[in-house]
């Protein structure tokens, strides 16, 4: 009888060995987990920022102004594992040569993206160093 009780409760606990018909699909690779737009909520501030798989990206004061022109800043960056580098072509930093490139440490999920400044000298962008934006589309 005891041993009857053990089989009914291994199967009921999925002991058959059996991959579980729930498995979690494989998480895409961060470059592609990245594009999309994100934006801060206070008391963070309230800016927004847009990364195209084409690898450019621009940030605005609001997810409203993304579309409108100028831009805080606009331009391109690139994702190497977990370090992202972003370099101004347009806007904020981007006539300063020693602030043009940043590079952040992120950490990208569902929710949004998580940065930790690595190399930093643009003011205006130095306020994204331990906060997260979170995924609006």
Known sequence: MRSLLV?????????????????????????????????????DGTA????????????????????????????????????????AEKGACADDEMAKVSVYKVVLSKVGIRFTKDTETCTARQTMDGTTWFRAK
């Open 7 to 43: 089989a009914f409760l291994l199967i009921g606990c999925g002991g058959g060995g059996a991959e579980s018909p729930h498995a979690v699909p494989p998480k895409r690779p961060n470059t592609e987990l990245i594009n999309g737009e994100y934006e801060r909520h206070p008391p």
């Open 48 to 87: 927004a920022m847009r990364l195209r798989a084409d690898g450019s990206y621009r940030i605005a004061k609001n997810k409203a102004d993304l579309d409108k022109d100028p831009a805080i800043v606009e331009g391109h960056y690139t994702l190497e594992k977990d370090l992202l580098t972003l370099t």
